[in-house]
């Protein structure tokens, strides 16, 4: 491969990888079964475009099943969001040129609950950082956070330099979190992510959970890990008697002792909750969003939103899979969604929307109200003031336009 | 190259890329290119950090942590294109993003350090950086009015 005789592409993916690997000493390469690259025109620039439009002209072909992650333009709400046809021109041309590769251009953060699930042990290279952290801890499957780049390196390459949390010594646990707070919605799981994922940043930090009351379902621990990726870069978390390398305390620390032992009370979520502030701006904007929603949730939403009505000047944005998107509308959810006003976008996420920050002046958004603390804390580069409240009060706040605390 | 007597060496843990030398900017908070930068002009942009209205082209940029998610990624070989990236990234502790990124667009990066640099360079003092001795060395002092945010 490095001398070239699998191609250009194939040779520069190898170098990167071999640099990258060099700074983090590792010793040798593992190969992988599955990649999944972010690669979206708002994300990459025209620069990342030429630069995937050279590959593909230099014959790349990803040698792994390669999905991609969510991107910013669905299509059919282009002119409804008055986003530009330019960039949605580009848009295209990249996902044509992604398809050459051979990449499967499946547009969704949530690939572990709707495409693939790895298996313990096996090594992977995914992108998105929500993904990572799930594949890492609820499969107990090995994977770093990859960059766009670095995932398409490792489809043309079928392995990845062995670093990280492909390494047994990252995996264990570093702190010790008891979770004494009942935790009842989605959006508490994202709390306890802001505020362990908050004090601790730094990719090895390992967070281990212990004390959990029942068995949390995929989608708790989806917004769990989205939230301790995005407040605290962490890639990997335990949850005793939850997760597979962690079937007791011991296990989860293998062998060492935790650094920091802490609590996380009802009252911390509260805190979490009081904390944010309307700021007297309209309650106007409410999403559902980062990562994208899986058909169980549009259920619950569809749930909640019978009968009911987005307030006047209000906007609800949820935004799906292809795949859920489409089971959903067979289902009735979509139906029951669709009636109340809401807008369901697919194989998009909310903060990356192509516009955005052009949509907010126009709409005159200032304040989003979600149930994602992952949303919460990201899509703060827009200038958005975030709020964060749980599920049933989101849909009460985008049906009254008033907040119920 | 300047010639003059480097006054404090720092050594860094991991290091990637050429020999650079150039302007400090010296960040007590952590840095992403998504969340915290203007990706069009190069200056940070995010209200109330910490170089909130600082320019980070062609500098040398000393922070403690990396943040944001995949899409850093991408950004450093955008603001290589546009010309606006700086000349190193300093890091504390940083994530495999952030030098996937730094490796893809060139740009050269290091991480972990020997001594907490804040007690020893100013925004605006001359540092050079040597990946392969993994170095960071201060070379002049700056002008105190360096370190006055400029766009």
């Not at chain 1, 790349?60 to 390669?66: D, F, H, I, L, M």
């Not at chain 1, 992650?69 to 008055?82: E, K, P, S, V």
């Not at chain 2, 969340?35 to 082209?57: C, M, Q, T, V």
Request: glycine content about 10%; overall charge positive; some cysteine.
């Amino acid at each position: 491969m490095l001398r070239g005789e699998q191609g250009r592409a194939v040779q520069e993916a190898l170098q990167l990888q071999l640099a990258v690997g060099r700074f983090f000493g590792a010793k040798r390469f593992v190969p992988v079964s599955n990649v999944h690259m972010m690669g979206d025109i708002e994300v990459m620039g025209d620069s990342g475009k030429s630069f995937l439009e050279r590959a593909a002209n230099l014959g790349a072909k990803c040698v792994r099943p390669t999905t991609t992650n969510a991107r910013c333009i669905d299509f059919a709400y282009l002119d409804r969001l008055q986003q530009s046809r330019v960039e949605a021109g580009k848009e295209k041309e990249l996902i044509a040129c992604l398809r050459r590769m051979d990449v499967i251009t499946a547009d969704t953060c949530i690939n572990y609950q709707t495409l693939y699930q790895p298996h313990l042990g096996e090594h992977v290279a995914w992108g998105d950082t929500g993904t990572v952290i799930y594949a890492n801890s609820v499969y107990g499957a090995r994977s770093n956070f990859e960059a766009g780049p670095a995932a398409l390196a490792a489809g043309l390459t079928g392995r990845v330099p062995e670093y990280g949390f492909h390494l047994d010594e990252h995996r264990r646990g570093t702190f010790q979190v008891n979770l004494k707070a009942d935790l009842h919605d989605l959006a508490d799981w994202g709390a306890v992510g802001k505020i362990v994922g908050s004090g601790h940043q730094d990719y090895y930090a390992v967070p281990v959970f212990c004390g959990i009351k029942r068995t949390p379902t995929a989608d708790e621990l989806k917004q769990l890990g989205a939230s301790l990726a995005s407040y605290g870069s962490m890639g990997m978390f335990h949850m005793v008697g939850v997760t597979p390398e962690a079937p007791t305390l011991k296990a989860a620390f293998g062998g060492r002792k935790p650094k920091e032992v802490m609590t996380v009370s009802n009252r911390d979520l509260e805190a979490v909750y009081a904390g944010y502030d309307t700021k007297n701006n309209p309650l106007n904007l409410v999403v559902f969003s980062g990562p994208q929603q899986s058909l169980f949730e549009m259920k619950t939403l569809a749930t909640l939103l019978k009968g009911r009505k987005v307030a006047k000047g209000s906007q609800l944005f949820i935004t799906t899979s292809n795949g859920v998107k489409s089971a959903a509308r067979e289902l009735g959810y979509l139906k029951t969604i669709e009636d109340a006003g809401a807008i369901v976008l697919e194989g998009v996420c909310f903060y990356i929307l192509q516009n955005l920050p052009q949509m907010r002046v126009r709409e005159g958004w200032s304040n989003l109200v979600t149930n994602s603390a992952k949303l919460a804390n990201i899509i703060g580069a827009h200038k958005f003031n975030t709020i964060l409240r749980r599920t049933a009060e989101c849909i009460d706040i985008a049906c009254s336009g008033k907040d119920v605390r | 190259m300047s010639t003059a007597r480097p006054i404090k060496t720092i050594r860094v843990k991991r290091a990637f890329g050429a020999v650079v030398e150039g302007e400090a900017l010296v960040s007590t908070e952590g840095f992403s290119p998504r969340y915290d930068l203007d990706r069009w002009s190069g200056l940070i942009s995010r209200p109330g950090h910490a170089l909130e209205g600082h320019n980070i082209k062609g500098r040398i940029l000393i922070t403690p942590s990396a943040k944001g998610g995949i899409a850093a990624g991408w950004a450093f070989y955008d603001i290589q294109h546009k010309g606006i990236a700086p000349k190193a990234f300093v890091f504390g502790v940083t994530n495999p993003v952030m030098v996937q990124g730094a490796v893809f667009a060139g740009i050269t990066i290091t991480e972990g350090w020997s001594m907490s640099p804040y007690e020893h360079i100013r925004t605006g003092d001359i540092v050079r950086v040597d990946p392969q001795k993994k170095t960071l060395t201060l070379i002049r002092r700056g002008s105190p009015a360096a370190s006055a945010p400029r766009g």
